[in-house]
């Protein structure tokens, strides 16, 4: 079963790339927010007017930006697998796409709850300790994405990073920074 499950998402991404990877992200962003509803913050109803708005995320941003984004840094670094071109390619992603990234998830989770404090206030408090979990996580992580993983299987790899990270990012983003638990605020 898992077999031909593999299979099809293949088959998918053969015939319809762009397409299979956005509605890749609708599915692992979107399980990443309830993660964060369920378990970080313990809600005992998901919020689907946000669960909505983060799956739109997924498909628009992880899964359509993200196609284009590592088709575009094979485009401009090259498309081999090499230590040097990962290095490259994590110094561009981590250096500039991951700081835009959590700066406009910040403004699409702002503008979809009209949130009556600045965006400018959220941003100040919370981006420097998002951008050093963001590098713990994504830095090895996008090791290993563009050293071992071929690009039609990039945004799969890291959609099901984006679990793990749009539950932070999505709890961070729904709370402020006096709301959070010890457990998940990140020490500079």
């Known amino acids: ?22 509605l890749t992200g609708v599915s692992l962003v ?5 993660i964060a509803q369920k378990i970080l913050e313990r809600k005992s109803e998901i919020d689907k007017k946000r669960l909505l708005s983060l799956s739109m995320y997924g498909f628009f941003i992880a899964g359509g930006v993200g196609h284009l984004w590592y088709r575009g840094l094979d485009y401009v670094i ?32 702002h503008y979809s709850k009209h949130q009556p404090n600045s965006l400018q206030d959220k ?28 690009e039609k299987h990039r945004v799969l790899y890291s959609c099901v990073l984006c679990v793990i990270w749009y539950s932070f990012i999505s709890n961070v983003s729904h709370t402020d920074s006096n709301e959070r638990t010890k457990l998940y605020k990140v020490k500079s």
């Not at 919370?126 to 071929?150: E, S």
């Open 1 to 22: 079963m898992a077999r031909r499950m593999l299979k099809l998402y293949i088959d998918c991404l053969d015939k319809y790339p762009a397409l299979t990877k956005m």
């Open 78 to 109: 090259g498309s081999q697998m090499s230590l040097m071109t990962a290095f490259k390619k994590i110094l561009i992603d981590q250096g500039i796409f991951a700081p835009l990234e959590i700066i406009f998830f910040f403004g699409w989770t």
């Open 123 to 150: 941003i100040q408090a919370d981006l420097k300790d998002t951008l050093l979990a963001n590098y713990k996580l994504w830095i090895p992580g996008q090791f290993l994405n563009f050293y071992l993983i071929p």
């Open 30 to 34: 979107g399980g990443g927010d309830i």
